[in-house]
């Protein structure tokens, strides 16, 4: 069930509802507390209310249920529950606001497949076969995207992929959300990653559709 506030927000056609929602900030302020504030607000507008179905469409073809997987600034994590349904048996979500995680805990405490964590992606110490990326890169401060790739590349186990979507657009306002391009991602990652999918995605959801592309990244042996 899509919430209409919150497709606003992610919304790219409806520019005029989008700038009601998309705050003109520093980027340096992008922070727990902006994060937990807009929780703790109801100004989640990202939230679609369920799993994207490029990413559901991949995982069921994905062969090893028991790769080890993290969702980072997963929100309300619909794709968690996605998974369970698919028979994924090793699923962390990671987010830094409390508010989300406090939400999480209670709507998946019967499910001991999925584990939640509370904390910064950038400090997170674990080691994964899968990362799932679904609107977590877009809320970064752009500057802050040659640690993403570093973080990720420190999080993977050797051959291990990034999945996920990325917006192929340029916001005319400042964000979160950031857009950016397929060239501009394929040097970003190329050093380290191979990029075996970038491409446009055919089954985005209605209010992304053709302004997203589908990825999937694997980590080279290489180190930094
Ligand atoms: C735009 S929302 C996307 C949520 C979810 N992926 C979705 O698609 O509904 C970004 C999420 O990332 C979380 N977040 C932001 N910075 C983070 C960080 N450094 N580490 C972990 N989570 C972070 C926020 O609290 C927020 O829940």
């Not at 703790?40 to 559901?56: C, F, H, S």
């Not at 970003?188 to 990825?215: D, H, V, W």
Request: glycine share 6%; with cysteine; proline share 5%.
């Amino acid at each position: 069930m899509i919430n209409k506030n919150h497709v606003i927000l992610f919304s790219i056609s409806d520019k005029k509802k989008n700038s009601n929602f998309i705050l003109n900030i520093k980027m340096t302020n992008i922070d727990q507390t902006f994060w937990q504030d807009r929780w703790e607000n109801g100004q989640t507008g990202w939230d679609v209310g369920y799993a994207a179905p490029a990413l559901v469409e991949y995982m069921k073809q994905y062969p090893n249920k028991n790769a080890k997987i993290l969702i980072p600034g997963c929100g309300n994590a619909y794709e968690a529950a996605a998974l369970f349904d698919l028979g994924f048996t090793n699923i962390h979500l990671l987010d830094i606001a409390p508010y989300a995680v406090e939400n999480l805990k209670e709507k998946f405490k019967a499910i001991p497949q999925i584990h939640i964590w509370c904390g910064d992606f950038f400090h997170h110490e674990e080691s994964y076969d899968l990362i799932i990326e679904q609107t977590f890169f877009c809320a970064l401060d752009p500057l802050l995207r040659p640690d993403y790739v570093k973080s990720c590349y420190k999080l993977l186990k050797p051959g291990g992929k990034i999945i996920g979507l990325l917006f192929n657009i340029h916001f005319e306002k400042e964000g979160p959300p950031f857009g950016g391009t397929l060239l501009e991602y394929r040097e970003l990652f190329s050093k380290n990653f191979t990029i075996q999918k970038m491409e446009s995605c055919y089954n985005s959801i209605p209010p992304r559709a053709g302004n997203e592309l589908f990825i999937v990244i694997v980590k080279k042996t290489t180190d930094l």
